[in-house]
């Protein structure tokens, strides 16, 4: 390779597209790390603060695209307090200022603002996709920002993220001019749509494919939606709630009907079931049904609904599928890749029969050979069931499986979950991502410290009795990438036995856990390279006194490898060590 | 974090239904936790949770029934999420929750939480403020003199002005609010308000 020329190794670069490729091709020798550098277009950047803007942009200066992540994980469940960090606008600052030609920003779980996204609108004249999953601190002011300056703008994504809906008009931000939209998803925005401006914005989008649409867009409107964009791929429907005239159920089949591309389907954020049917005609087409958020879609309405999607790779659900409706879907969905079953009363104030249990998993587990993904909220499990589904699909990627009930065993034998977590670990060769529930002892982290040999993610909550569990993950998942803890009793003595473990992670939570502020303090001693982060949001005050209780147990604690030391950006109740 | 044996579970912030038998839960939880320590064989400490820590401390989480509601972030369901497809913010659901509110003139109509209103006094000045516009609020006290009248829909489906029943019967039976025009209203069909020609 090294008597092509440097244009000849770049173009055969242009096909070495993941990112841990890159990344390996970048490190066989000096030319070569020069040549990836200034051909690299995308850049994924796991945790925001692992590097800082003026290093990326040193490294990289031809990006084109930036991922980046900010709060770890746990934040999604409010484990994390607001203003802990994760601001993305020092980053925009800097892209704009080094006049890098951005044209993609994808941001999850990032403190946004309207001063960002402005600035981002203003300085890339290039911006095409903008993609912001979990993010908070924005309104539709920002929106509007980039609708109004963002001239080539192909995508903007919006999932999940708590927005300040200022009931402007920013859809009517678009300029007339504006007819290159593929992707646009606002379904997380709370407050009404002017449905005029969005219908003539779909109407001059030839190239839409990918539309989801918020509460606020009602049936009739959904109807000249689809009239204008038959093209559509992938929908989400808004709501509508009051069962249709007949008149308006029919314009509506009609331009379903039309839409014979179709083949992701989400929303219906508020149903009436009745209006369903008008969407049967293409069911058949489907690979992608996200149903979690209509909870008002139950029984009967929904066996029919999934009973003609046969061709359906990825559902997610809530639990009010019950036992039966999985069976259902075994019986009728062989080419399921990815579940997940969310639960439908969260907050346990009602007895939830129609939950599902293990034999909702199990029955999924033996219909659906191709299942590699799963998310599984339930109230009860048994280790035969676990075995059982162990053996039915050994090719889990992904398997997620959370017991409503901390330190539930299995609802049978009364003994720990321990064998069934061992089967699934043991069996599935592949799995990357794993989250354990119900009770378990150290046990079942011997089974995953010796079987989870390409586990790069696991998640732990009320489980383990000593140190030793925590130890045998440490030691044996040679790939760990993520560590996330959660009440469990692991101590100091886990935290420290390999300190240089940490580097080769990306990065460890542990709270309500065993750790204590002079573990951390020995731990931070010695590693210039990890930011260890004590996040104590009452202990404000005690921390300035001068005699600390190095015995004090810390609350949160989290860890991160770094090239660029301790941030600046932190809260008062966040400590660095 | 709490520490054992200092008797503030009677302080505790609970979400579950009120009156459920603490004690109970508790007792069965040690039921389970004994089983599995005398099965397992466990050679470490006691303690009243059944899982063993190092420093003594029992788990924040032990000292408290194994309700779910109790626990931060548990179960794991994304914020957003939890939000979202909470069932109070189904307006099929008749009584407190958001109701559709829509005003005569404005083209899009509003949401609001009845139950975060105390009285009719509250809603008339959630009103002004939801629509930005005074005086609304003023028909639901001063009924004669004002240039709109509030009427709100019930179970039975028929339009009632508001203010004439007591709040928590009205709060109980309203589906949605409207706020006409009074020059409007007079063809509309009211239950009339009493015989006071």
Redesign the interface.
């Known amino acids: 390779m090294n008597y092509f020329p440097d244009e000849v190794i770049e173009h055969v670069f242009d096909f070495v597209v993941s990112h841990k490729d890159r990344n390996s091709i970048s490190l066989v020798c000096k030319s070569w790390h020069k040549i990836e550098r200034f051909s690299r277009k995308e850049v994924f950047i796991g945790n925001c603060y692992a590097i800082n803007p003026e290093r990326l942009i040193g490294r990289f200066p031809c990006l084109k695209s930036l991922t980046l992540k900010g709060k770890p994980h746990f934040a999604d469940f409010n484990l994390v307090p607001h203003e802990w960090g994760g601001f993305v606008l020092p980053w925009i600052e800097a892209l704009a200022r080094s006049r890098v030609g951005l044209e993609e920003l994808r941001l999850k779980r990032m403190v946004v603002t309207d001063e960002s996204l402005e600035l981002l609108s203003r300085s890339f004249a290039n911006f095409k996709s903008l993609v912001l999953v979990s993010c908070e601190g924005f309104t539709t002011d920002g929106l509007a920002s980039i609708a109004t300056n963002c001239r080539h703008l192909r995508e903007l994504d919006l999932q999940e993220n708590e927005i300040d809906d200022h009931r402007g008009q920013w859809l009517n931000c678009f300029p007339d001019s504006c007819t290159t939209l593929i992707s646009l998803n606002f379904a997380c925005l709370k407050g009404e749509t002017n449905v005029a401006a969005l219908e003539r914005l779909v109407a001059r989008s030839p190239n839409l494919k990918s539309l989801k649409l918020n509460r606020a867009v009602p049936l009739d409107a959904l109807a000249r939606l689809m009239s204008c964009a038959p093209q559509l791929v992938d929908l989400g429907v808004g709501s509508y709630e009051n069962e249709p005239d007949p008149e308006s159920f029919a314009k509506l089949m009609t331009a379903i009907e039309k839409c014979i591309s179709l083949r992701s389907l989400s929303g219906f954020l508020e149903v009436a079931p009745l209006c369903l049917p008008a969407f049967y005609p293409i069911c058949q087409n489907l690979i992608s049904l996200n149903l979690s958020y209509a909870a008002e879609i139950q029984g009967n309405h929904l066996i029919k609904l999934i009973q003609l999607c046969k061709r359906l790779q990825r559902l997610w659900i809530l639990d009010s599928i019950g036992d039966k409706g999985l069976v259902v879907v075994a019986d009728t969905c062989k080419e399921l890749q990815e579940l997940r079953v969310f639960p439908s009363d969260v907050h346990g104030e009602e007895d939830n029969i129609a939950a599902v249990t293990e034999v909702g998993l199990v029955a999924i587990s033996a219909g659906c050979p191709k299942l590699h993904s799963i998310l599984y909220f339930c109230k009860q499990m048994t280790n035969a069931a676990l075995i059982a589904v162990a053996k039915n699909c050994p090719n889990f990627i992904r398997f997620r499986l959370c017991i409503l009930e901390p330190h539930k065993p299995d609802h049978i034998t009364s003994q720990s979950l321990d064998e069934g977590f061992g089967a699934i670990v043991q069996a599935c060769k592949g799995l990357r991502r794993l989250s354990v529930s119900g009770l378990l002892t150290d046990q079942v982290f011997l089974y995953i410290g010796m079987y989870a040999e390409q586990l790069e993610m696991l998640s732990i909550a009320f489980a383990g009795d000593t140190d030793k569990g925590m130890l045998y993950v440490l030691n044996g998942c040679k790939k760990m990438r993520k560590l996330e803890i959660r009440d469990s009793p692991f101590g100091n003595a886990a935290l420290l036995a390999d300190v240089g473990r940490y580097e080769t992670m990306r990065s460890l939570w542990m709270s309500s856990c065993e750790v204590t502020l002079g573990g951390c303090k020995r731990l931070a001693q010695n590693s210039p390279r990890l930011n260890v982060e004590i996040i104590n949001e009452n202990e404000n005050n005690r921390m300035e006194q001068n005699e600390e209780d190095e015995g004090e147990k810390v609350d949160k604690l989290y860890l991160y490898r770094t090239v660029v030391g301790t941030r600046k950006d932190a809260p008062p109740y966040v400590r660095i060590l | 974090?709490e520490k054992e044996g200092l008797g503030l579970e009677i302080t505790e912030l609970r979400?579950?239904?009120p009156g459920r038998d603490v004690a109970e839960k508790m007792m069965k939880?040690r039921a389970?936790?004994e089983?599995?320590m005398t099965?397992?064989g466990?050679n470490?400490d006691q303690c009243e949770s059944g899982?063993?820590?190092?420093?003594g401390?029992v788990?924040?989480?032990n000292d408290s029934p194994?309700?779910?509601?109790q626990?931060?972030?548990?179960?794991?369901?994304?914020?957003?999420?939890?939000k979202?497809?909470?069932?109070e913010a189904?307006?099929?659901k008749v009584g407190l929750g958001y109701v559709k509110v829509s005003m005569d003139g404005v083209p899009?109509?509003?949401k609001m939480d009845l139950g975060s209103s105390q009285g009719y006094d509250d809603l008339a000045f959630a009103l002004d403020k939801l629509f930005g516009i005074r005086g609304i609020g003023v028909a639901l006290k001063d009924g004669d003199n004002c240039e709109y009248v509030t009427i709100y829909e019930d179970k039975d489906g028929d339009w009632m002005l508001a203010g004439d029943v007591p709040w928590g019967m009205f709060i109980e039976s309203c589906k949605r609010l409207r706020i006409m025009k009074r020059s409007d209203a007079s063809g509309f069909g009211l239950q009339p308000r009493g015989v006071d020609e």
């Open positions: 974090m979400l579950g239904l939880k389970f936790t089983m599995n099965s397992s466990s470490s899982v063993v820590s190092s420093g401390d788990e924040k989480v194994a309700a779910k509601s626990v931060v972030g548990w179960p794991p369901v994304c914020s957003y999420r939890r979202n497809s909470c069932k189904s307006t099929t899009y109509l509003r």
